[in-house]
């Protein structure tokens, strides 16, 4: 169980809320409305006080029970050695010896086989998402946070994703920051929304999508056209 | 080209200590009796094991701090522990007389004095900031620098020289004394880095994704800090603070190998430590009266090939 009392760091206001084992949480906001704040407080890259793991604070925990736990995914890929391959980095996500077998099932899973010898640094940001997806499957933490996962993917790559999430069997809890409201909806997990570093909403999936409530959060910006949620660049104001 | 290479510094290694201003004759120097024994066991000998694990210390400290602090730029000479070994040894040279065994001691107790104050302020520093931890090294090297002047302008005139000849940096050594903490500090350096290994590698990626895989990240950083800059101050203590080898031996190991740094540890050892032969070679053997200053050479020599090692890469990439 996690579990966040008050948390009160950098942007964020009084953010508590507790996630169960075999719970998954899309998280929403605006820019700047605190999601990365606070997936970074909870995986302790910034140091809080207020994030528990079955009732234990998260910086009390040894530093590799607290990596099996929880791990985070940034948005872009940071590599400084210029010369760190892709197998590298992929079996630097093991937490004994590598498991060359596992790491070239997820490979082929992702379509990046042909990219395993190239230096991390010149892969494109598509490819460095996927290779970040990569990696963070291979490290099977308990809580896995996924900051933007489909961001920069194009649309096959992002229904690849979609899939992925949604199949069970890469990820035991998943929190994902997203923008996409469409793939929130389709992914049906209990959405916190945050705004202005303190939460406004969080809830059944269903109830975030209630027309009204989406209205109150997003004025006209968003339309549900046939079940799926789309931007409206005609917004008229 | 790696075999060719590795071939080639062996023949340095090897010829040596034969050339010089006197030629050691090869057939003399089983022969305790002759000259040219006295002269390859106490002088020549020696020195080229003091210059190669100089070289070897230094270019490992630099591949070192480059992984740390990961800036191509940054050596133990960029965060003043060098510059505090001399402001030691000028200390030593205008108050205590220019004793050998209190140059040796000052330098040392100087460049170590400065990790204690990188390692303490780096305590008041949150987590790895590691750049707020070079800018705290450039701002102690100013001190010193500002020191070095005062003691510049108490000195007398041979004083001045002796502290101007030692920031030249000078492998003349004689007998094993002096050769024994440094080949030990440079052996205990080598093993532990390389059982630093792995956690070395996770830091190359990000010290995010390290923390990430559950490395402990600052401390991991400040004993490979510490580590590295006790095996830098004796290496110092005893030559003199030699620049520019631990800047350019990394990068050029990284051009030639093009892999990540964890795997370059025993390449940069040994050629950094070959590189320093080979200028300690050419010092001796042009110099007419006394032996040009090493740090001259090294310049010289490193500069131009890291330059045309760069923008050879730079074509090869197009």
């Known amino acids: 169980m996690l579990h966040v009392a008050d948390l009160t760091c950098q942007i964020l206001k009084n953010v508590g809320f507790t996630l169960r084992e075999g719970e998954n949480v899309t998280i929403l906001g605006n820019n700047g409305s605190g999601k990365t704040t606070l997936a970074r407080a909870l995986c302790h890259l910034i140091p809080s006080e207020s994030v528990f793991w079955e009732g234990k604070k998260i910086g ?119 923008h996409d409201l469409n793939l929130a909806y389709k992914l049906g997990y209990d959405v916190l929304y945050l705004e202005e570093g303190g939460v406004r909403f969080f809830g059944p999936c269903g109830d975030f999508f209630d027309p009204t409530h989406l209205e109150s959060c997003f004025g006209n910006a968003v339309q549900n056209i046939g079940g799926n949620f789309v931007v409206n660049y005609d917004e008229v104001r | 080209m790696k075999y060719v290479s ?46 190669f694990c100089s070289g070897a210390i230094l270019s490992l400290a630099g591949l070192v701090f480059q992984s740390v602090f990961r800036n191509p730029l940054t050596t133990p000479f960029t965060l003043g522990v060098a510059s505090g070994a001399t402001l030691g040894t000028a200390l030593a040279i205008v108050f205590l007389g220019g004793l050998l065994f209190w140059q040796y001691a000052l330098s040392f107790i100087g460049a170590l004095l400065t990790v204690i104050v990188l390692f303490l302020l780096s305590r008041s520093l949150k987590s790895a900031q590691t750049l707020s931890l070079l800018l705290v090294g450039i701002a102690l090297s100013f001190f010193y620098s500002a020191a070095l002047m005062v003691l510049y302008y108490l000195s007398d005139f041979e004083q001045s020289y002796s502290i ?49 895989k559950g490395l402990h990240v600052t401390r991991l950083v400040m004993s490979l800090l510490l580590i590295t800059s006790m095996a830098v101050a004796v290496c110092v203590s005893v030559v003199g603070p030699i620049g520019f080898v631990g800047l350019i031996v990394p990068h050029i190991i990284k051009l030639l190998y093009r892999r990540s ?49 760069i923008l050879h890469r730079h074509k090869g990439s197009r």
């Not at chain 2, 090869?26 to 020549?44: A, T």
């Not at chain 2, 093993?191 to 996770?202: C, G, M, N, Y």
């Not at chain 2, 390449?267 to 070959?274: E, M, N, R």
């Not at chain 2, 080979?278 to 009266?289: E, F, S």
């Open chain 2, 164 to 212: 101007v000849r030692f920031t030249m940096g000078s492998l003349n050594v004689v007998g094993f004394d002096t050769a024994y903490p440094i080949v030990i500090a440079s052996l205990l350096f080598l093993s532990a880095i390389h059982w630093q290994r792995k956690p070395l590698r996770l830091l190359l990626t990000s010290l995010d994704f390290a923390f990430l």
């Open chain 2, 261 to 309: 740094s964890d795997t370059l540890i025993f390449p940069t050892f040994f050629y950094g430590g070959i590189f320093l032969v080979a200028c300690d070679l050419i010092a001796r053997n042009l110099g007419a009266a006394s032996d040009i200053p090493i740090g001259v050479v090294t310049s010289f020599l490193g500069g131009p090939f890291f330059i045309y090692l």
């Open chain 2, 6 to 51: 590795f071939v080639l510094a062996l023949a340095v290694l090897v010829i040596a200590p034969f050339f010089g201003e006197i030629a050691v004759h090869i057939e003399e120097i089983f022969n305790p009796e002759s000259s040219s024994s006295m002269l390859f066991w106490e002088i020549r000998f020696p020195r080229v094991i003091v210059a």
């Open chain 1, 60 to 178: 009390e925990i040894a530093h590799h029970l607290r990596s099996q736990t929880i791990n985070y995914v940034p948005t872009s890929l940071e590599v400084y050695d210029e010369y760190l391959s892709v197998t590298d980095y992929l079996d630097l996500n093991f937490f004994e010896s590598s498991n060359p077998q596992m790491r070239e099932e997820i490979l082929r899973v992702l379509e990046i086989e042909h990219l395993r010898h190239s230096p991390c640094q010149s892969l494109s940001s598509g490819e460095s998402s996927l290779l970040l997806i990569a990696g963070a499957i291979l490290h099977r933490a308990k809580y896995t946070i996924l900051d933007e996962p489909t961001a920069n993917l194009d649309q096959a790559k992002k229904v690849k994703i979609y899939r992925l999430l949604k199949s069970g069997s890469y990820f035991q809890n998943k929190i994902i920051i997203t």
